[in-house]
């Protein structure tokens, strides 16, 4: 039975406020492993296995991504959020329960959006625990972080020496997802002839500022490319208070694709997937930008009566689903028209 994405986040993230002190995964001045990357087992999605990622909401048929011109590099959020009985700051690549979660979740509902315009990589990587966000313990919380990202970095320049041979890219994460795709735009795209092969970014669920890059400017249309979209949904009126809000933040309506403050009404969504991969939800939610977020109407689909948080932030992707893959079709397209 596929697991209701939308309500898995939630009731995993409800494991947040028992959490106990956690401590780093690996002992201090003592190198971190590496991860081989040669093992298909440490991508959660990979063009040379049969991957939640080639789902396609409705259809039997799994996606043929063979013969697609882009590839999709993919970094799924934080689903480490649950109390882990061996105190660690990050998650194993052995958890078989952990993995399962991983794919049956966001790469199901999320990564397959990207599925009908490229080859979805999506590596697994020694997430940090969702506490790293909160603790007070910066330096544990920063070591955890860096961890994550040497699988990230590691994972992409093994893609990069043996599947890229200079394919355009797509690079899409959400959450802590984001948090790693930013620091890997930095580190191998802006400014960079590999900026060259840049579709776009969508950089989801985490706040990026407008001049957070050097070369790598906020999308302003459906078909700029080279560029990076980015939003973080709330309960229309509601302002997070411990998170960066104001017009410094870059905020994309993804019924619109432009960063004004545009209402777009429900009439502009292509449909959302929430739970049970196979039932979309024409015309799901509104949006629009408000003050550095993204606004939406409390949308109404089953069991919605029970989510009562104005956070929308588990549903960034799968409130405007098909919108988005609409949205990479036309970025790609775009892209391939100018060579």
């Avoid at 959400?174 to 590999?194: C, M, N, R, V, Y």
């Avoid at 997937?273 to 408000?290: C, E, K, M, S, T």
């Amino acid at each position: 039975m596929q697991k209701p994405y939308f309500f898995l986040i939630i009731v995993l993230g409800l494991g947040m406020s028992s959490c106990k002190t956690l401590y780093p995964t690996y002992p201090e001045n003592q190198p971190v492993p590496s991860t081989d990357y040669s093992n298909l087992d440490h991508w959660a999605a990979h063009p040379d296995k049969t991957d939640p990622a080639d789902s396609v909401p409705g259809q039997e048929a799994l996606s043929d991504q063979s013969d697609l011109p882009v590839d999709v590099f993919f970094l799924h959020p934080t689903i480490y959020t649950k109390f882990k009985g061996d105190h660690k700051w990050n998650a194993s690549l052995d958890d078989a329960s952990m993995n399962k979660s991983v794919d049956e979740s966001t790469i199901l509902y999320q990564a397959s959006a990207f599925n009908k315009v490229g080859r979805v990589f999506a590596p697994r990587y020694r997430q940090a625990h969702i506490y790293g966000y909160t603790t007070g313990d910066k330096a544990a919380a920063l070591e955890a972080f860096a961890i994550a990202y040497k699988d990230v970095k590691e994972a992409f320049e093994y893609y990069m020496e043996h599947y890229n041979n200079g394919r355009p890219i797509i690079i899409a994460g959400h959450s802590q997802g984001s948090t790693h795709a930013i620091t890997l735009l930095t580190e191998f795209f802006d400014g960079k002839p590999l900026q060259s092969q840049l579709v776009a970014a969508y950089l989801l669920g985490m706040p990026v500022t407008q001049d957070h890059f050097h070369s790598i400017t906020p999308c302003q249309d459906s078909t700029e490319t080279g560029c990076f979209i980015s939003w973080r949904t709330f309960k229309q009126g509601y302002l997070p208070k411990k998170w960066p809000v104001g017009d410094s933040i870059v905020v994309t309506n993804p019924l619109s694709w432009k960063t004004d403050d545009q209402y777009m009404p429900k009439s502009a969504n292509a449909g959302g997937v929430l739970y049970g991969f196979n039932r979309i939800l024409p015309h799901l939610a509104d949006a629009q930008v408000h003050d550095g977020v993204l606004w939406a109407t409390k949308p109404k689909f089953r069991g919605s009566f029970l989510y009562w948080n104005p956070n929308f932030h588990p549903a960034d992707i799968n409130f405007y689903y098909f919108n988005i893959q609409h949205n990479a079709e036309q970025r790609v397209e775009a892209f391939l028209g100018r060579e």
